[in-house]
């Protein structure tokens, strides 16, 4: 289930974070105009978990390499709050919160990775934390004139987190597997 801030870095693929430097930090820092839900289907419909962006931790400091069109990074993870994303309604809450095992696993953890840019595109590769288990995702992301924000989808299957769909009436209403983790990331430097 992110960042995803999955999605954290992609500036520093701009040339006034990396000239020449093989090893640099930065200061990133995430506005409150930033955006990132959770959309998924049922049998019977379509829900959204948004996510406070009040939750997301501000500032970030962020250790890059920069080798050729390849970033690598550390320090750049974000820890989402389960209780930081609200579906609508209380009965979609608790589901989502039984799906997650938000008793025992109360964080999702993003980490990128790498950031690799190739024929004009933007990818990403995050390692995410769901319930104890990792699985990482080369995501594409979406970087517009003002480099200040950062659009992407990533999808995911809830089975490989070993989390298992929510059943209701019976097995009538299931919730699917796939699910998509949006994000647009304003960033300030």
Same mark, same amino acid.
């Given at each position: 289930?992110?960042?995803? @801030?999955?999605?954290?870095?992609?500036? @520093?693929?701009?040339?006034?974070?990396?000239?020449? *430097?093989?090893?640099?930090?930065?200061?990133?820092?995430?506005?409150?105009?930033?955006?990132?839900?959770?959309?998924?289907?049922? !049998?019977?419909?379509?829900?959204?978990?948004?996510?406070?962006? !009040?939750? +997301?931790?501000?500032?970030?400091?962020?250790?890059?390499?920069?080798?050729?069109? @390849?970033?690598?990074?550390?320090?750049?993870?974000?820890? @989402?709050? *389960?209780?930081?994303? #609200?579906?609508? *309604?209380?009965?979609?809450?608790?589901?989502?919160?039984?799906?997650?095992?938000? #008793?025992?696993?109360?964080?999702?953890? +993003?980490?990128? *990775?790498?950031?690799?840019?190739? #024929?004009?595109?933007?990818?990403?590769?995050?390692?995410?934390?769901?319930?104890?288990?990792?699985?990482?995702?080369?995501?594409?992301?979406?970087?517009?004139? !003002?480099?200040?924000?950062?659009?992407?989808?990533?999808?995911?299957?809830?089975? #490989?987190?070993?989390?298992?769909?929510?059943?209701?009436?019976?097995?009538?209403?299931?919730?699917?597997?796939?699910?998509?983790?949006?994000?647009?990331?304003?960033?300030?430097?």
């Amino acid at each position: 289930m992110k960042t995803l @801030l999955i999605f954290l870095l992609p500036a @520093l693929l701009s040339s006034s974070f990396v000239k020449g *430097n093989l090893e640099n930090t930065k200061e990133v820092k995430i506005r409150a105009s930033s955006t990132l839900f959770i959309k998924g289907t049922s !049998s019977v419909n379509t829900f959204i978990c948004n996510y406070d962006a !009040s939750h +997301l931790q501000a500032t970030k400091i962020v250790r890059f390499q920069k080798i050729n069109n @390849l970033l690598k990074l550390d320090g750049a993870t974000l820890e @989402l709050q *389960n209780i930081g994303f #609200d579906c609508g *309604n209380k009965g979609i809450n608790k589901d989502f919160h039984q799906l997650l095992k938000t #008793d025992k696993f109360p964080h999702i953890k +993003l980490d990128v *990775n790498e950031i690799l840019t190739e #024929d004009n595109k933007i990818t990403s590769f995050v390692t995410i934390t769901i319930a104890g288990i990792q699985k990482s995702y080369w995501v594409p992301v979406t970087v517009p004139e !003002s480099n200040l924000a950062y659009d992407g989808v990533l999808c995911i299957n809830i089975l #490989d987190f070993n989390l298992t769909p929510t059943k209701k009436m019976m097995g009538l209403i299931v919730v699917h597997e796939e699910i998509e983790i949006n994000f647009n990331l304003n960033l300030g430097f």
